[in-house]
């Protein structure tokens, strides 16, 4: 039997790599920037699924909002007008009863908040309509100024093409 010699150095990061706590262990608490942006993207869900507001409320009028992909709305709206008028107003159109959204999980890190979720609705033709979302939302003062959503585009894009607006 050979024994191989293992130089003291990578013994000692063996060691250290070994017994580093991973995982939630290493969460840190949010800091006072994470934990009012999570307040204000969630009561945005929260006033959504009651049917009484949304996130887009807490959109600032100069906001970016980028749709990743290749849907049929893909592209990087310029402010809040442009994205509530090509976008929101037209698929709401669409609806005879309004997408109802249940996040998944919802994450903070520094002025980023990440929303996954599912949405449910009823299109105006009876067919309902599912999706998973991920959103990438950039918050200042309480108002999110810039975002990224990705989606399904095959299911959005069925139902932008089947129902009219």
Not at 29 to 47: C, D, I, K, W
Not at 112 to 141: H, M, Q, S
Request: no cysteine.
């Amino acid at each position: 039997m050979t024994l191989m010699r293992v130089p003291a150095a990578a013994l000692v990061t063996l060691t250290l790599l070994m017994t580093q706590p991973t995982g939630t262990a290493m969460a840190q608490p949010h800091s006072e920037t994470e934990t009012r942006n999570l307040a204000t993207v969630h009561a945005g869900f929260e006033s959504w699924r009651a049917g009484t507001g949304s996130p887009y409320d807490a959109l600032a009028d100069d906001a970016t909002w980028e749709i990743v992909g290749n849907s049929a709305a893909s592209r990087v709206y310029s402010g809040k007008e442009d994205f509530l008028t090509n976008v929101i107003r037209p698929f709401n159109a669409r609806m005879s009863q309004r997408l109802i959204p249940q996040i998944r999980d919802i994450y903070a890190d520094g002025d980023t908040v990440v929303v996954f979720f599912d949405a449910e609705g009823t299109a105006r033709d009876g067919i309902p309509y599912r999706n998973t979302y991920a959103w990438f939302l950039t918050l200042n003062d309480g108002q999110i100024v810039k975002a990224a959503a990705f989606f399904d585009a095959v299911a959005f894009n069925d139902l932008w093409q089947r129902v009219p607006a």
